[in-house]
T-cell receptor
């Protein structure tokens, strides 16, 4: 299995509070991604990174920000959580970007009440 | 918007059955294709890549039809452990990182 660790794995938070999810990889892959998965929508890209300090928006980036200060860490922040952000969040990594296989972390289940 | 469409199922089949899933994609310029498997409350995992010539891995066969823009996955001699959701994934070479488009998945349930 790819060396990807997500934390926390489960979190319940209140509306309006900030939340940060962490993704840590040991594979030294250049590309890192944050997806969310919801019933009826499948996996949707939130943000991705193609190097340290290099990030870009995905399909559903509103309400989320990311940072990548080290190759191995990619942080996803919900500045002010809303109930619509209740979801399961998957981090993924790829050596060569979207043309190549990506590997997923185990997921972080977030509930905003 | 680029789309990948899959029959959501569920496909309920007995052990030993052969089952086929199809997936259609909208962007004719798509370059790479994959099938991922996702178990309940688990992360998606690569099942196999799909090559133009078709490819086989044990009981699993993947086919690509570029002219009709569809991808198929055939599972022979189904096992209980094949029960999962199968995601069709298409990669485009737009932008700096390419873009993976995920289908919503087809659920397979294999019964004894």
């Amino acid at each position: 299995d790819a060396g990807i660790t997500q934390s926390p794995r489960h979190k319940v938070t209140e509306t309006g509070t900030p939340v940060t999810l962490r993704c840590h990889q040991t594979e030294n892959h250049r590309y890192m991604y944050w997806y969310r998965q919801d019933p009826g929508h499948g996996l949707r890209l939130i943000h991705y990174s193609y190097g340290v300090k290099d990030t870009d928006k995905g399909e559903v980036s509103d309400g989320y920000s990311v940072s990548r200060s080290k190759t191995e860490d990619f942080l996803l922040t919900l500045e002010s959580a809303t109930s619509s952000q209740t979801s399961v969040y998957f981090c993924a990594i790829s050596e060569e970007g979207g043309i190549n296989t990506i590997y997923f972390g185990e997921g972080s289940w977030l509930t905003v009440v | 918007r680029k789309e990948v469409e899959q029959d959501p199922g569920p496909f309920n089949v007995p052990e030993g059955a052969t089952v086929a899933f199809n997936c259609t994609y909208s962007n004719s310029a798509s370059q790479s294709f994959f099938w991922y498997r996702q178990d309940c409350r688990k992360e998606p995992k690569l099942l196999m890549s799909v090559y133009s010539s078709g490819n086989e891995d044990g009981r699993f066969t993947a086919q690509l039809n570029r002219a009709s823009q569809y991808i198929s996955l055939l599972i022979r001699d189904s096992k209980l452990s094949d029960s999962a959701t199968y995601l069709c994934v298409v990669a485009d070479y737009g932008g700096s990182q390419g873009n993976l488009i995920f289908g919503k998945g087809t659920k397979l349930s294999v019964k004894p």
